[in-house]
């Protein structure tokens, strides 16, 4: 009976000790270090200084790589916001129609959520994103005035209007600018939105024709690849 009562003390002793171990190196690796299990000699000393300076290192480390991730999650979602706010942009300045503007949205928030968002910074960036189903139907809805007063565009097909509306570009004009002038090489034709063009002949100062909202000029010399006429 002795025996065994010695054996049950000896197992409770080292199972203490174990315990008190374990709590030493937690209290000193999460650098709390109460003070009730202490060093006494200089090889116990020794250890505890690398225990702590192992501890402060990797407390260091957990919570350098957590601050990244969180860095890299506000920066993706700041990244986001600042996208759709060029996307709000491009549906206001091309006045986008109404019912199309939130499926416009969803397909952008569907790209954020499969992190295929690329960063959008200009209308170009807009379009070029979007699906090409949702690309024609922002194109025609941004050219539907234009579509509805340009003749020939009026009697086209689809495929047509969307080919044309592909290599059109909106360019500004201020007043007294020069579009084109007879005898240059032609790049391309003109359809007028907005304004008027006032056109002039032979050096002559009086204007002999004017062309306003729907009308074009500049056709014939892309077709025939010839330089501009009057």
């Not at 200089?42 to 350098?64: C, K, N, P, Q, Y």
């Not at 957590?66 to 996307?87: D, K, P, T, Y």
């Not at 910074?121 to 922002?138: G, Q, Y």
């Amino acid at each position: 009976v002795a025996v065994a009562e010695g054996q049950i003390r000896t197992q409770e002793f080292l199972g203490t000790q174990y315990l008190s171990s374990v709590y030493w190196a937690v209290t000193t690796l999460t650098t709390v270090g109460y003070g009730d299990i202490s060093a006494h000699t200089d090889a116990e000393r020794g250890i505890a200084i690398v225990m702590m300076l192992l501890g402060t290192s990797l407390l260091g480390i957990m919570i350098g790589k957590i601050s990244a991730l969180v860095a890299q999650l506000n920066e993706r979602s700041n990244a986001f916001h600042e996208s759709m706010e060029a996307v709000s942009d491009f549906l206001s300045s091309r006045r986008i129609e109404k019912d199309l503007r939130p499926r416009v949205r969803e397909y952008f928030h569907y790209l954020f959520e499969m992190s295929a968002m690329p960063k959008i910074e200009t209308d170009e960036d807009t379009l070029v994103a979007m699906s090409p189903a949702l690309r024609r139907e922002c194109m025609l809805s941004t050219h539907r005035d234009l579509l509805n007063h340009v003749p020939f565009l009026c009697r086209a097909d689809s495929v047509f209007i969307y080919f044309f509306l592909e290599r059109t570009r909106t360019a500004y004009m201020r007043h007294d600018d020069l579009v084109v002038k007879q005898g240059d090489i032609a790049h391309a034709m003109f359809v007028i939105a907005s304004g008027t063009i006032h056109v002039y002949k032979d050096g002559n100062d009086k204007c002999y024709l004017s062309l306003s909202d729907g009308a074009f000029l500049g056709e014939i010399g892309c077709i025939l690849h010839t330089r501009r006429t009057c």
